[in-house]
T-cell receptor, first 115, second 113 residues
Framework: NAGVTQTPKFQVLKTGQSMTLQCAQDMNHNSMYWYRQDPGMGLRLIYYSASEGTTDKGEVPNGYNVSRLNKREFSLRLESAAPSQTSVYFC??????????????FGPGTRLTVL | QKEVEQNSGPLSVPEGAIASLNCTYS??????FFWYRQYSGKSPELIMF????GDKEDGRFTAQLNKASQYVSLLIRDSQPSDSATYLCAVMNYGGSQGNLIFGKGTKLSVKP
């Protein structure tokens, strides 16, 4: 059971280049999330997917697109990278805890630098 | 805009002392509250959750919730240098079709040997 996995771990892009961040979970969770984390800004939700085939915008969706390929995989695409998208990106999935409360488990993150 | 506020720190405590981390939230209807620990360069890791007023203890960690004051805290007893990390408070927001976590910006804790 690998939990939530993300690839790549590190990436450097030039302004205007595109790339896709990959996320997969093997815990059979329905809901998956993409966050970015910047110094002094905390974790901010970019997009989420409540189930296969559905996606919704979070707090900071501009400049990003997502695909929920199947129940396991949720990818984040930067079509034309900008320096403002330099950040650490975390994928997470939601699990129901004992007692009925929901929480989220995070992948290891992708450190992206846009020059 | 629903918000979660934390003192950014750094909070510095000596080894063996009690570290007290605090968090306030704006949405009075919030029901579930979480504490994540994040080591430098790593991902957030869930360490405690609480949804009833009062205290919840797990080993050296105690989470405290006061819904009337919209206040959540985390106490770490017998603090160890390995507890040095950033602690994120999160609140589950059930507005809309599903619940999403709203995070505070985190409090950096440093435990000095």
């Amino acid at each position: 059971n690998a939990g939530v996995t993300q690839t790549p771990k590190f990436q450097v892009l030039k302004t205007g280049q595109s790339m896709t961040l990959q996320c997969a979970q093997d815990m059979n969770h329905n809901s998956m999330y993409w966050y970015r984390q910047d110094p002094g800004m905390g974790l901010r939700l970019i997009y989420y997917s409540a189930s296969e085939g559905t996606t919704d915008k979070g707090e900071v969706p501009n400049g990003y697109n997502v695909s929920r390929l199947n129940k396991r995989e949720f990818s984040l695409r930067l079509e034309s990278a900008a320096p403002s998208q330099t950040s650490v990106y975390f994928c997470a999935s939601k699990e129901r805890l004992a007692g009925g409360q929901d929480t989220q488990y995070f992948g290891p993150g992708t450190r992206l630098t846009v020059l | 805009q629903k918000e979660v506020e934390q003192n950014s720190g750094p909070l510095s405590v000596p080894e063996g002392a009690i570290a007290s981390l605090n968090c306030t939230y704006s949405d009075r209807g919030s029901q579930s509250f979480f504490w994540y620990r994040q080591y430098s360069g790593k991902s957030p890791e869930l360490i405690m959750f609480i949804y009833s007023n009062g205290d919840k203890e797990d080993g050296r960690f105690t989470a405290q919730l006061n819904k009337a004051s919209q206040y959540v805290s985390l106490l770490i007893r017998d603090s160890q240098p390995s507890d040095s990390a950033t602690y994120l408070c999160a609140v589950m927001n059930y507005g809309g079709s599903q619940g999403n976590l709203i995070f505070g910006k985190g409090t950096k804790l440093s435990v000095k040997p």
